[in-house]
């Protein structure tokens, strides 16, 4: 319309080209289409592989401190069978606070004198998570600490 006399231009002079402007929206939504699907794909790879790229970059979502701020004497309560003390759960100790975790363990950490669930609530409530280790030991022992505790 550029340089035309508006008052000899026709109607059709205004209109736009309709099958250019809907092939135009073809190819914008093909386009946006497969953009969406490439995305999604990605994400659907990403979840399926999750655990691969933790190691691989080596983050872990649980390296995140939800407890910041919060005053707690512990990072982790290690609850096991008093049976593993030695297989097992001194191996895990170790392996936690040689990652400079401090941690509470009941054969150390466990006030004498007081009831068993009594200490372990207080290990619960005063550490950021629990880490509990069922072994075979822990599942034989488990109806005899209940009965035991509620006994007492």
């Keep these: 319309m550029y340089g035309r006399n508006l008052l000899r231009s026709k109607q059709t002079d205004f209109c ?9 929206n073809i190819i914008v939504v093909a386009t946006m289409t497969v953009l969406v699907f490439i995305v999604l ?6 979840y399926k592989l999750r655990i691969k ?12 401190d939800e407890c910041a701020g919060e005053d707690l004497n512990y990072d982790v309560f290690l609850c096991c069978s ?17 990652r400079n975790y401090r941690v509470c363990y009941h054969e150390r950490d466990f006030l004498p004198g ?12 005063r550490s950021k998570r629990t880490v ?17 505790c509620t006994a007492l």
């Design 82 to 98: 008093s049976e593993d003390h030695d297989a097992h759960g001194l191996r895990i100790l170790r392996e936690m606070e040689a």
């Design 41 to 46: 794909l990605i994400l659907i790879l990403i």
């Design 114 to 125: 007081q009831l068993i669930t009594n200490n372990m609530a207080h290990g619960i409530e």
């Design 53 to 64: 790229f933790f190691r691989r970059w080596k983050f872990h979502p649980f390296d995140r």
């Design 16 to 24: 736009f080209n309709d099958e250019h402007t809907s092939k135009l």
């Design 132 to 148: 509990c280790l069922i072994s075979n030991n822990f599942l034989r022992r488990l109806p005899l600490d209940v009965v035991t």
